[in-house]
C-alpha cells in the first residue's frame, strides 16, 4: 500500500523551524530536518519535533528557516535536492527574491516570533492567526504560490502577499527599527547612571512591554541589519525627527500638541487588524488571468491592504488563462473591484452564504 501521508523538510530547526515542524506533525505530516548543528537536531528528536534529521527528496515543500545570511544557499540546496516547492520564513525578502529565480520558489515571512530562543522554546500554535507574508515575483510558478498559501493556511496564519521591496521598507518600520528601539532603551535604562537594580526593579508594566522583544537572539538580527541596512537606516532617521518633535512639544508645554500626538497614537494603536473578525460577510472575487510571467505577482500585490482571506488558481480549458479565484470581504470588494479594473484586469463577484 502507497505511502500518503504528506512529507516536508525543514532546514534551519530553530524556534520558528521547529513550530512550523511541530504544527505539521501535529496534523499528521512526516517532517524531516536538517541543521547546522547536530546537538539542535538530537534535541528536536528528543522532543519528538521531527520524524527524521536527513533531506527528504520526497517531500512536497521544504521550508528554509536559517539564517537571513544563509537563505539563498539553504533554498538553492532545496532546489537541486527535492522535487518539491520551496519558501523560506526569512525577516528581509528583496535580496533573496532577486537572488532565486526558480519557479518553484515563494518567499514568504511569518510575522510571528517569541521571546523563547531556539528548538526549546518551539510550539505548535505559533502561527494562529498571525500575518504570514508571501512575496511572488515574475517568475513565481502559480502552483507553488497556490502550494505555499495552502500551506500557510494549515498552519493558522493569514497570508498577505506583497513586492519584496514594499515588505522589507514596511517590516524596518514595524519590526526592525522597534526591535532596535527597545533594545537601545534596554541598555539606557540598565545604565541609567541611578542603582541599576533599583531601576531595573521599577522596570515593570508599559516598559517591560515595550522592550520585550529585546529578550530576543541577536545573532539573527546582525543579518537582518545587514540585509536590510537602506529601509532600517530611513527609519530611524524617521524615528529621530518624530521622537524630536515630541521633544519640542514636551519642551514648550505645547498641552494641545502633545494631546494631538497621544490621541492620535492611541487611535491608530486600537484600530491595529486582529485577524478575521466573527461574522465577516465574505465573497468569492474571479478574476481571468492572462498566462504570462509575472501575472500572479501583479495580481496579488495589487491591493496590500485588501485581505485575501482564501486563493486558488482554476486552469481554463481553453489554454492560455487562467481564472484567479479569491475569498476577500464584501466590504472590501468594491476598493478592490477598482483597483482590478484600473490594472486591466476583470473581475466578477459572488456572495458567500
Given at each position: 500500500?502507497?505511502?500518503?501521508?504528506?512529507?516536508?523538510?525543514?532546514?534551519?530547526?530553530?524556534?520558528?523551524?521547529?513550530?512550523?515542524?511541530?504544527a505539521?506533525?501535529?496534523?499528521?505530516?512526516?517532517?524531516?530536518?536538517?541543521?547546522?548543528?547536530?546537538?539542535?537536531?538530537?534535541?528536536?528528536?528528543?522532543?519528538?519535533?521531527?520524524?527524521?534529521?536527513?533531506?527528504?527528496?520526497?517531500?512536497?515543500?521544504?521550508?528554509?528557516?536559517?539564517?537571513?545570511?544563509?537563505?539563498?544557499?539553504?533554498?538553492?540546496?532545496?532546489?537541486?535536492?527535492?522535487?518539491?516547492?520551496?519558501?523560506?520564513?526569512?525577516?528581509?525578502?528583496?535580496?533573496?527574491?532577486?537572488?532565486?529565480?526558480?519557479?518553484?520558489?515563494?518567499?514568504?515571512?511569518?510575522?510571528?516570533?517569541?521571546?523563547?530562543?531556539?528548538?526549546?522554546?518551539?510550539?505548535?500554535?505559533?502561527?494562529?492567526?498571525?500575518?504570514?507574508?508571501?512575496?511572488?515575483?515574475?517568475?513565481?510558478?502559480?502552483d507553488?504560490?497556490?502550494?505555499?498559501?495552502?500551506?500557510?493556511?494549515?498552519?493558522?496564519?493569514?497570508?498577505?502577499?506583497?513586492?519584496?521591496g514594499q515588505h522589507?521598507a514596511?517590516?524596518?518600520?514595524?519590526?526592525?527599527?522597534?526591535?532596535?528601539?527597545?533594545?537601545?532603551?534596554?541598555?539606557?535604562?540598565?545604565?541609567?547612571g541611578?542603582?541599576?537594580?533599583?531601576?531595573?526593579?521599577?522596570?515593570?508594566?508599559?516598559?517591560?512591554?515595550?522592550?520585550?522583544i529585546?529578550?530576543?537572539?541577536?545573532?539573527?538580527?546582525?543579518?537582518?541589519?545587514?540585509?536590510?541596512?537602506?529601509?532600517?537606516?530611513?527609519?530611524?532617521?524617521?524615528?529621530?525627527?518624530?521622537?524630536?518633535?515630541?521633544?519640542?512639544?514636551?519642551?514648550?508645554?505645547?498641552?494641545?500638541?502633545?494631546?494631538?500626538?497621544?490621541?492620535?497614537?492611541?487611535?491608530a494603536r486600537?484600530?491595529?487588524?486582529?485577524?478575521i473578525?466573527?461574522?465577516?460577510?465574505l465573497?468569492?472575487?474571479?478574476?481571468?488571468m492572462?498566462?504570462?510571467?509575472?501575472?500572479?505577482a501583479?495580481?496579488?500585490?495589487?491591493?496590500?491592504?485588501?485581505?485575501?482571506?482564501?486563493?486558488?488558481?482554476?486552469?481554463?480549458?481553453?489554454?492560455?488563462?487562467?481564472?484567479?479565484?479569491?475569498?476577500?470581504?464584501i466590504?472590501?470588494?468594491?476598493?478592490?473591484?477598482?483597483?482590478?479594473?484600473?490594472?486591466?484586469?476583470?473581475?466578477?463577484?459572488?456572495?458567500?452564504?
Amino acid at each position: 500500500m502507497a505511502d500518503t501521508q504528506r512529507r516536508a523538510n525543514v532546514i534551519g530547526v530553530g524556534l520558528i523551524g521547529g513550530s512550523i515542524a511541530l504544527a505539521l506533525r501535529s496534523i499528521d505530516w512526516h517532517v524531516s530536518g536538517v541543521d547546522a548543528d547536530r546537538a539542535v537536531l538530537d534535541l528536536a528528536m528528543e522532543l519528538n519535533v521531527l520524524d527524521a534529521t536527513e533531506l527528504d527528496p520526497a517531500a512536497e515543500v521544504t521550508v528554509v528557516a536559517t539564517p537571513v545570511s544563509g537563505v539563498v544557499a539553504a533554498v538553492q540546496h532545496a532546489l537541486a535536492e527535492t522535487a518539491g516547492f520551496v519558501t523560506d520564513v526569512g525577516s528581509v525578502k528583496a535580496p533573496i527574491a532577486a537572488a532565486i529565480t526558480d519557479g518553484r520558489f515563494v518567499a514568504g515571512h511569518p510575522m510571528a516570533g517569541s521571546e523563547q530562543d531556539g528548538v526549546a522554546g518551539s510550539r505548535p500554535g505559533m502561527f494562529r492567526n498571525a500575518t504570514w507574508v508571501l512575496t511572488p515575483t515574475e517568475s513565481t510558478n502559480d502552483d507553488a504560490y497556490t502550494a505555499i498559501r495552502q500551506l500557510v493556511k494549515l498552519l493558522g496564519a493569514e497570508v498577505v502577499s506583497m513586492d519584496p521591496g514594499q515588505h522589507d521598507a514596511a517590516v524596518a518600520r514595524i519590526s526592525h527599527v522597534p526591535h532596535l528601539t527597545a533594545a537601545t532603551m534596554m541598555v539606557m535604562a540598565a545604565g541609567s547612571g541611578f542603582d541599576d537594580d533599583a531601576v531595573l526593579r521599577l522596570a515593570a508594566g508599559g516598559f517591560r512591554d515595550m522592550t520585550r522583544i529585546a529578550a530576543g537572539h541577536p545573532r539573527i538580527w546582525l543579518d537582518i541589519c545587514n540585509e536590510n541596512r537602506t529601509s532600517i537606516i530611513e527609519g530611524i532617521d524617521d524615528l529621530i525627527v518624530a521622537l524630536q518633535r515630541a521633544r519640542d512639544v514636551v519642551d514648550t508645554n505645547d498641552r494641545a500638541g502633545l494631546e494631538d500626538l497621544l490621541m492620535g497614537a492611541r487611535k491608530a494603536r486600537v484600530n491595529l487588524p486582529s485577524g478575521i473578525p466573527e461574522g465577516l460577510s465574505l465573497c468569492e472575487v474571479r478574476v481571468t488571468m492572462p498566462d504570462r510571467p509575472g501575472e500572479l505577482a501583479r495580481l496579488t500585490t495589487l491591493a496590500p491592504e485588501v485581505n485575501i482571506y482564501d486563493f486558488e488558481i482554476a486552469h481554463s480549458v481553453e489554454g492560455g488563462r487562467g481564472v484567479a479565484i479569491m475569498v476577500v470581504s464584501i466590504d472590501d470588494q468594491p476598493t478592490f473591484a477598482e483597483q482590478l479594473a484600473a490594472a486591466g484586469y476583470r473581475s466578477s463577484m459572488r456572495k458567500i452564504q
